[in-house]
Each structure stands twice: as C-alpha cells, then as structure tokens.
C-alpha cells in the first residue's frame, strides 16, 4: 500500500475538471493496494469503510443465489468507482467485490472521502451521474436474468460491454477486457456450458469472433436483433 500520486488521479473522469492544485489536496487522502486475480477486496455484509476506483484491471461486484451460484452483477473497468452507495448510505457492502485479473485501485476512507466531497461538492454531481447511470444497468441486467432467453442475454452483455469498453478496429467492435466462458456464464445467470454453446453459435453465424484472448463484434446490429 502506498500514497497516490496527481497524475493517478487524472485517470478518472471524478476528478477531470480539478486543478493540479486541487488533486494535490486530495492525494494524501488516497492509497493504492494490489490485488491477485481472485482475491476479494470486500465481502458482503462488511462495513462500508471504503470507496475505490480501479486504476488497472478489473473488479467483479457478485452475489451468491440461493442455489449456490456466483452470480456477476457488474464488471469495473479501469477508471470506475464502486462500494461508493455503501459508503456514501453508511450500510454494509451489499455485494462482494472480487479481481478478475492483476488489479490495481486506489481506496479511499469513508471519512477522508466525505472530507474530499465537503471540499470539493462539485465531486457529488459527477459521483451521482456516474452511479445513476450504473445503477440502471444492474437493474436491467437482473430484468434481463429473469425475463430473457440466454442467447438475447448473451447478445444484450455484449452490447452494453462494447459500448462501455469498446474500441472500433478494422475487424469490427473489440471488446477491451478478457472475458472467458464462465465469466459470461456468471454476468448473465446461465450454465458454463449454455455460454460456451451459445457463444459457438454467435462465431458461426459470424456475429464475433475471438482474438488473442478478446472478444470482436463483428455485426452488433444482427446481435441488436437478438434482443429485441
């Protein structure tokens, strides 16, 4: 664990309208730790006494069903916030939080994160779009869980992913983060073997393909109609 420093914290779209001056204000309030793949940065049901950005790599926010199963809420990518609504209520952590890779984030206090938002409330505004515009997505992916067949599931991460993590090449839409079959599985509430199948239907009907551990889409308005 160690201090963070300014140039950190222009990583993340919270912070993009301050000033050097005023990030300067900020970092020592904020820390950086490490975590291996599969490590857990919180459970659920632990007190609320972080707030986190992921700086490189990412975080899984997951429950377990009644049957035993992890369940994929959310994937952060690099440059988002979570445990942010715990910490902000004063509850518990509602969610596990769990690396999918290597992941490196910066940790907040919950009393040095409302000491930053007391000097800086303009920070609340961008915390609440950002966490609005996040919190509608975990509401339709759980819609989708339990009213959507598995393929227009499968279709609708796909989407959502690409536009989220998304970068155009001359192959199609390259998706920015390694998924594997079971991480699909987990995101969608399906079985490994119903995310591999469905997958191997979408590659021979040309819809993606895989390369070099990253998933392309090749005809996002074909996998559009999946969901409709």
Known sequence: MSEV?????????????LQDTELKEIAPYIRIERYRKRDLIFAEGDPSNNF???????VKITK??????????EVIPEGEVFGAVAVLRGMP??????AMEDTEVIRVS??????????FPQLMYLLALSLGERMQGAHESLKNIALERVEARIASLLLKLA???GRPSD??????MRLTKQDIAEMVGTTVETSIR????????GLIEETSGRIVIKLPHQLEELVQ
Do not use: C
Not at 93 to 98: C, M, Q
């Open 5 to 17: 420093g300014t140039e950190y914290l222009r990583k993340f779209k919270l912070f993009k309208d």
């Open 52 to 58: 986190y950005m992921v700086t490189s790599g990412r």
């Open 64 to 73: 377990v069903s009644q049957d035993g199963k992890e369940l994929i809420l």
């Open 93 to 98: 952590y509602p969610a596990n939080a769990v």
């Open 110 to 119: 919950r009393a040095a994160f409302f000491r930053i938002l007391d000097r």
């Open 163 to 165: 536009q989220k993590v």
């Open 171 to 176: 192959e199609g839409i390259v998706i920015e």
């Open 198 to 205: 469905t997958m191997s239907k979408f590659k021979k009907r």
